[in-house]
RNA sequence: GCGGAUAUGGCGGAAUUGGCAGACGCGUUAGAUUCAGGUUCUAAUGGUCGCAAGGCUGUGCAGGUUCAAGUCCUGUUAUCCGCACCA
């Protein structure tokens, strides 16, 4: 017995140095060849260092990028690090070091890491978002979006992170508190700089039939930018202003019995001196205001408000007078801030109406109003409601939508709910938001002559209670002259957030060094768009979002060349702690990925995540089942005791050889990473039980392996003498004609239930195979008369008897 | 409340168009190797009745369609994730 186990740990380094002394994965800019973008999500290099989540991702596309190699593409899979961002900052606070200096730490512990796994990203292509030369880039789209009016400073009420002393994007707060640190969230009025995401709302939704994403990320990128229909309306008020609100149901207005508005509504301070309850209304205000988010949503069942007392609205459709009320339930933010209340088909006006004891007219036959709101739109007739009587529902808004055209009191209208982007953060290590501020001529933008806009040397990275940027302190970097004028100016102290950098990233890696643009039309033609992009589905909604958005702006200024940025886009599940529960050092379940390598090997690490389960599905960690998947490597690298000569598969695994390649050539492309591997590993159960491997089938298993366990098929074939190295061999091919055994096993079934099995040639007609599973089952069948033959062939023959 | 998903042995999970449920791996049991532990090898392994041959039963639950259902239809329960007063 020669080979019985090999030392992983010297072969994996071998290995990994010389692929990095040769270069192998480097992709070529020979742009006449067929190319494959893969793209996975770059880490924040944390001081934590990888998680064995990390390693799912990557080593998935890695087995696809190595397989596209071999099937003769010019690939580019790279890797950088999206290093912005508020625990860098936070550690540099704590410890009184530079955030770089962490960063660089960071990263190059980071690196160390995933090049011990083994991954073949192109090195070369390295990226770094806190890197001056690449946050030029960054600082070059955003001029870009100021000019075209897509960013612009607004006073606003913000989300306010407490404990970052920060503020936060609509996506940032998860139920009420701080995505990152969990923080309460409160409202802010600040002066902000935003994003006019809002403005491709339209085409976020539509060009995702342009693009192969798995379905729920499309899904829920549709439910977030929540696009409605509906319409605007123009109610009358006695103070003769005119009132409009929103609907999405403007078959009901017959049925409006009150208005809301939104507490922050601007009519409210406008008839002040009109309202007798006016201090009871501003109480009811400032206790909105106080209120957080968290609370908001916790209130949600207890409607609460109070009456505009002194101010009717009227009703366009029938002129009658209807009392308004002020409401947290209404806000500012969407529609119009103000609504029609249809207490009889709308569950919200309902609950706020049986509080109130307002009246409840049903406009839509078909429920019980009395009891609760009826708000189905498919089954209903329309009722007291003049000209819209007897249609359906469907009907009445065409026909109200109508009326309120030729009247002048309103008109279709569509809604989303998503919000413009908060891109400002009040926080230090972040991109330095190029503009600058003079009294004379306003914000003016930076010349692109001199960016980048260098972060400047602080004292201080604490952030502030006023609610400034640290920068704010830094008086010789923030006064500055106009470049409009020439006059004293000031800059903007604010940075950009953490999604910025990562918004564009998958361009740089195009052309990385260019200092003439984000990268050059040509290398930005050939490789966009990215071919196979996975990621987690916690960035659906935003760095999915965000970048798609940028793609797109960058698309309208001809920057490139297609309008999406990723042509397909899947999600891995999570892994979690053995005890089934998310990994947290809280937990006390975290699997240290340099801990298995070391025990294992990384090829055996690679294998055992992508064999861990449904590669889309959240999976457990289990440290024994490990075992089998290193088991099966040093089985492979046994197999070089029994090998023989051989150009040819044998006939005796001919077809097995030709079956598998099919399953792994066609579950690599399907994510089926896991059957994939059950497949190999059943192969090699067959080639053992034959007693001895040949050199063809040898070389098949070894390539079909070399995507998910690199080292050592690398190590057989130069051991082998099997010719260069693996990694530059074509990968395997199948005839489909020879995936078919000669016999096939019929089961034979009376009544569907099984009798015995019988081997037939593949090929053998109905009629016989009907003939011999008769014979087989004659013991069964004795006495019975058979009422019906039913035969699949090549699978089984059923015979139901009475 | 809305949206999305999931439910199969002791565990992770497999099962083209409805056609042998439990592939592959872990674990477990027995045996071999070993001073021993580990490793490796062989065999068994859904439950249940039976000495055995063999039978019965079995994919969250309740119905249904079918020669045949994990898969299709109707209803229902549980769990997970996302969003949440979006008019």
Redesign the pocket.
């Known amino acids: 017995m020669k080979y ?2 090999y030392d992983f740990a010297q072969v994996e380094k071998k290995w990994q140095d010389i692929w990095d002394a040769k270069n192998v994965f480097a992709a070529t800019n020979d742009y006449t060849k067929p190319k494959y973008y893969a793209l996975v999500e770059f880490p924040y290099p944390s001081g934590q260092g990888l998680h064995v989540g990390h390693p799912r991702s990557y080593t998935a596309l890695d087995i696809v990028a190595r397989k596209r190699r071999l099937e003769g593409y010019n690939v580019l899979y790279p890797m950088g690090w999206d290093a912005f961002g508020l625990p860098t900052e936070n550690f540099a606070i704590k410890n009184h070091i530079h955030p770089e200096i962490v960063t660089r730490q960071n990263v190059a512990h980071f690196k160390s890491q995933l090049k011990s796994l083994g991954l073949s990203f192109d090195w070369n292509r390295e990226i770094n978002t806190t890197d001056f030369n690449y946050y030029k880039w960054t600082q070059w789209i955003f001029l870009q979006l100021f000019k075209k009016g897509l960013a612009y400073k607004k006073e606003m009420s913000v989300n306010w992170c407490t404990s970052c002393k920060c503020v936060l994007a ?2 940032e ?4 508190v701080c ?1 990152r640190c969990g923080s309460e969230v409160v409202h802010k009025v600040k002066s902000q700089w935003m994003l006019k995401i809002t403005a491709y709302a339209q085409r976020l939704i539509d060009d995702l039939d342009l693009v192969d994403y798995i ?2 990320v499309k ?2 990128q ?3 930018i ?1 696009r ?1 229909t ?1 319409a605007e309306v123009e109610f009358g008020t006695t103070t003769g202003d005119a009132l409009t ?6 078959d009901t207005l017959f049925g409006a019995t009150y208005m ?1 508005l ?1 507490p922050e509504h601007p009519y409210i301070e406008q008839w002040a001196d009109r309202l007798s309850n006016m201090e009871e209304i501003r109480a009811y205000q400032a206790e909105a205001a106080r ?1 957080s ?1 968290f609370e ?2 916790e ?6 408000g109070v009456e505009l007392k002194g101010v009717k609205g009227i009703n366009p459709v029938n002129g009658k007078e209807i009392p308004i009320y002020i ?16 207490p009889a088909h ?4 309902w ?2 109406a049986k509080k109130f004891g307002l009246p409840i007219i049903e406009v839509v036959k078909g429920g019980d109003v009395e009891k609760e709101a009826f708000t189905d739109c498919e089954t209903g007739t329309m009722v007291n409601s003049g000209m819209l009587d007897g249609l359906s529902v469907e009907e009445a808004k065409e026909k109200i939508k109508t009326w309120l055209e030729e009247n002048g009191k309103g008109q279709s209208k569509v ?5 413009d982007w908060v891109f400002s953060r009040q926080r230090y290590w972040g991109e330095p938001i190029p503009m600058v501020f003079c009294e004379k001529c306003g914000w003016v933008p930076l010349p692109e002559s001199e960016l980048p806009l260098r972060l400047p040397e602080v004292k201080s990275y604490e952030p502030t209670d006023s609610g400034e940027s640290p920068l704010a302190h830094m008086d010789e970097w923030v006064n500055t002259t106009c470049p409009h004028c020439g006059g004293p100016a000031r800059r903007e102290t604010d940075t950009m957030p953490q999604w910025a950098g990562s918004s564009w990233y998958f361009m740089r890696y195009c052309d990385p060094t260019n200092s003439e643009a984000l990268a050059s039309k040509e290398a930005l033609d050939y490789w966009l768009p990215v071919d196979w992009y996975n990621g987690g ?2 960035h ?2 935003l760095h999915l979002l965000y970048s798609r958005f940028w793609h797109k702006f960058l698309y309208d200024i001809g920057v490139v060349s297609t309008p999406e940025p990723y042509a397909k886009r899947t999600s891995h ?1 999570m892994i979690l702690g053995e005890n ?1 529960e ?1 990994m947290s050092k809280s937990r006390g379940n975290v699997v240290n990925p340099d801990e298995i390598v070391r025990e294992y090997g990384a090829d055996t690490m690679r294998l055992y995540e992508m ?5 889309e ?4 960690w ?1 440290s ?9 490597l ?2 492979v690298w ?1 197999l070089q005791n029994v090998l023989e000569g051989g150009k040819a598969y044998r006939p005796s695994l001919e077809s097995s050889m030709h079956k598998t390649i099919k399953k792994v050539t066609e ?1 690599i492309e399907q994510l ?1 990473f ?2 994939a ?6 192969l ?2 067959e080639i ?2 034959a007693g001895s491997v040949n050199e063809a089938e040898y070389r098949t298993l070894l390539i079909l392996l070399n995507p998910f366990a690199p080292h050592v098929t690398e190590e057989i074939w130069e051991a082998q003498s099997f010719g260069g190295m693996i990694n530059q061999q074509k990968w395997v091919s199948f005839d489909p004609a020879k995936c078919v055994d000669a016999e ?4 034979v ?1 009376v ?5 015995c ?1 019988l081997s037939l040639p593949v090929d053998c007609p109905k009629e016989d195979a009907i003939a011999r599973a008769k014979e087989a089952a004659a013991q ?1 069948l004795e006495g019975k008369t058979v ?2 033959e ?1 035969c ?1 062939p090549g ?2 023959v ?1 015979f ?1 008897v009475k």
Request: proline share 2%; hydrophobic share 35%.
């Open positions: 019985e186990k609509n996506e707060v998860v139920g009420g995505e379905d729920r899904v829920s549709i439910n977030w929540g409605s509906g609100v929103y609907t999405t149901r403007p809301v939104s209120k988010d908001r949503t209130l949600v069942k207890d409607k609460s409401s947290d339930y209404v806000l500012m933010t969407y529609g119009t801030g103000a609504i029609m209340a249809v709308d569950t919200r006006d609950d706020f809604n989303f709910k998503l919000r589905m916690e659906t909604t599940g089934g998310k064999f861990i389960g449904d590669f599905k959240a999976a457990p289990n024994s089942s490990i075992k089998g998947c290193k088991r099966f040093d089985r046994a579950d089926k896991n059957t591997i059950a497949a190999m590993m059943a090699l159960n053992e039980a096939a096993e019929i089961v079934q009544n569907g239930k099984i009798k099995r069964a009422v019906k039913i699949v699978k089984l059923n139901v």
